[in-house]
């Protein structure tokens, strides 16, 4: 089933926020996006539920396609679009990217169970060092550990 992208905009004294929703894939259209008196972008990726390998081309020349002068942010990107920022270095275009928050999973052996967790990059992130947090099971509380291999999945955050 094609799950078409949506994309939720506001724009607030120059900050343009929007939220993409569904497939990042060839049929997705970016034109909503228009950056005339924009200085930041900030794009929520939390609702992206799938991208593919043509979506990852539109993508990258809708980035490129972003004035200069607009300050980019990335937001609750899920793990998907952080395996693509960690695969593929040209995923943002060519250009310089805050990753403000990213998801990223954690096993609970109470549970016998991997959830993603939102993490702040700030609070992982630290003089260029990576500091991976034992966050609380939603379910038990217990602490959990990242589920995945450290060196690849916080990559992106270095590079
Ligand atoms: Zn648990």
Not at 74 to 83: A, D, G, L, R, Y
Request: with cysteine; aromatic share 10%; net charge negative.
């Amino acid at each position: 089933m094609s799950q078409a992208l949506t994309i939720v905009k506001d724009l607030r004294d120059g900050v343009l926020s929007a939220n993409l929703v569904g497939h990042i894939d060839a049929g997705s259209d970016y034109s909503a996006l228009q950056f005339a008196g924009v200085t930041q972008l900030h794009l929520n990726f939390k609702g992206i539920t799938l991208i593919n390998s043509a979506g990852i081309q539109k993508w990258v020349k809708f980035m490129q396609s972003v004035p200069d002068t607009v300050a980019i942010t990335f937001e609750e990107c899920p793990p998907n679009i952080v395996n693509q920022c960690n695969l593929f270095a040209n995923f943002t275009g060519g250009k310089k990217v805050t990753f403000k928050s990213f998801q990223a999973p954690f096993f609970c052996e109470t549970c016998d169970d991997s959830v993603d967790i939102l993490l702040q990059t700030d609070q992982v992130l630290s003089g260029g060092k990576v500091t991976i947090p034992e966050p609380p099971c939603p379910k038990c509380q217990s602490k959990m550990d990242f589920d995945g291999i450290e060196d690849k999945y916080f990559l992106f955050l270095t590079r």
